[in-house]
């Protein structure tokens, strides 16, 4: 069996030296991820798709750093609860269209549940407030603000 500690700290460490082949590597080569998007939640097959996904990250979020707060492991799953920070001075792609670049630093907390199987990712689920990420790059305004209005 896996060493799943190790494949979340891989993870983590990948991300954080923006590294796509090296997030690739851990997955399957069907691996299928979810993750919220502006449209809804976004359905990501194959690791190619999922490669895509993190470099969208990546150029947007040029100085993006994540840290894990809790990993849980139990059977063939990885629960990752952490905290996103970066800086948006780059295009962030997206299935809704290109979103310019805010020059805002976001931070907000995140939970990834990942199964895997013969040691690799096989589905990764990603969940995120999406409020607070446009709120904090000023591309909504705040709830209490808007409820003023």
């Known amino acids: 069996m896996a060493d799943l500690k190790d494949i ?3 993870n983590i460490a990948a991300f954080n030296a923006h590294d796509t082949n090296a997030l690739a590597a851990l997955d399957h080569q069907d691996v299928v991820s979810t993750a919220p998007s502006p449209t ?4 990501l097959r194959g690791r190619e ?3 895509g996904y993190n470099q ?16 849980v ?3 063939d799953y990885i629960v990752q609860e952490g905290t996103f920070q970066g800086t948006n001075t780059g295009t962030w792609k997206s299935e809704a269209g290109d ?3 805010t020059g805002k630093t976001l931070k907000g907390q995140f939970c ?17 407030d999406q409020v607070q990420v446009l709120t904090q790059l ?4 705040a709830p209490a603000e808007a409820a003023r209005r």
């Open 138 to 141: 000023g591309l909504m305004p």
């Open 49 to 51: 798709a999922a490669k």
């Open 40 to 43: 809804g939640r976004t359905e």
């Open 112 to 128: 990834q549940v990942i199964r895997t199987k013969d040691g690799l990712i096989v589905s990764s689920n990603l969940y995120f």
């Open 8 to 10: 979340a700290q891989r």
């Open 99 to 101: 979103m310019p670049a």
């Open 56 to 71: 969208s990250w990546f150029t947007a979020f040029p100085d993006a750093k994540v840290t894990s707060t809790n990993d």
């Open 73 to 75: 492991i139990a059977g």
